[in-house]
């Protein structure tokens, strides 16, 4: 049986992703600390999960559509108990809640987070 543990995803300010990502879901800083060509890495998460934000010496600006470009991460989905109160956090911290949708067996709807990262909000509550 396989698990996944974390996914790295390439950021221009790993430290604001970090806080973004603990006030939204609770989550904790696991590790921080140097990274390949001179960057910085910062796990944030939870004791089973993190996301890996690596931040390099130097970004590249983010691509239009990461849909049509083979290799690419598309969105991030993460599961919260209370979605009605995480779409008004998200609200409150400036973010605008898109692609809403009841399915079975739960809802969620998207955000597009600082770097053009988008998150999948979902509840099966």
Known sequence: MAR?????????????????????LGWRVRWKGPAIHDGTSIHVGDDETYLALYSPKRIDAPHDDNYTRAGSMNH???????????????????????NHADYEPGRRFYFDGPDGVEYEMVSYA
């Open 76 to 98: 991030i989905g993460l599961v919260v108990d209370d979605l009605d109160a995480t779409e008004a956090k998200v609200r409150e911290m400036g973010f605008n809640p898109h």
């Open 4 to 24: 996944l543990e974390h996914v790295n995803v390439t950021v221009s300010d790993a430290e604001a992703t970090a806080a973004l990502l603990g006030d939204l």
